[in-house]
């Protein structure tokens, strides 16, 4: 059995780790909400900001990752503690990588300022986003509270998700045909 001193040091460690993440995801949830609204209004301040708090997603990612390494040198946790400490890094990575996608979609605000609006396009990317940051709320909360129900059931949602995808390329597609 593990020292308790040791233990409790772990937990604190890696609570202070999760917090990062929730903020972490809190960040991204709202760069989401706010790429979608930049390209529904093509509002390019709100695509600037987007933009740069990217870099501030970057940076808590970067600092996850120091944490975990530091966590996995000093305490040495073995089994579900490690799987643990590794989910969170990935829960990190994939964070980033929303952040990213956020950041793309804000660029685009630029680039489509003066073309004509496709109609049903906002009402569906708008959507869409709100699904996605549904997802990403739900997927936190499953991932602490460790509800493997909730989690599988962000996985069928996102079925969802892709079909409001598709859908939303069939109505670019054919406006492109069109025009």
């Known amino acids: 059995m593990q020292d308790p001193h040791i233990s409790a040091a772990f937990d604190r460690d890696l609570e202070a780790i999760q917090a990062m993440i929730m903020k972490m995801g809190g960040m991204v949830e709202a760069a989401i909400v706010d790429a979608a609204e930049s390209l529904e209004s093509r509002d390019l301040e709100t695509a600037t900001r987007v933009r740069l708090n990217d870099k501030a997603i970057d940076a808590l990612e970067e600092q996850v990752n120091e944490e975990v390494a530091r ?14 400490v590794l989910s969170v890094m990935k829960i990190s990575g994939n964070l980033e990588r929303v952040g990213d996608y956020s950041k793309n979609i804000a660029k685009r605000t630029g680039v489509l300022m003066d073309l004509p609006h496709v109609d049903g396009a906002a009402a569906a990317i708008r959507r869409m986003a709100r699904a996605v940051e549904a997802m990403l709320k739900d997927a936190l909360d499953a991932y602490i509270q460790r509800d493997a129900d909730m989690a599988e059931d962000v996985r069928n949602r996102d ?5 409001m995808y598709n859908a939303l390329f069939r109505v670019f597609l054919t406006h492109l045909m069109e025009d």
């Open 71 to 84: 966590l996995l040198a000093l305490r040495s946790p073995v089994a579900s503690d490690l799987r643990t």
């Open 159 to 163: 079925i969802e998700v892709d079909q």
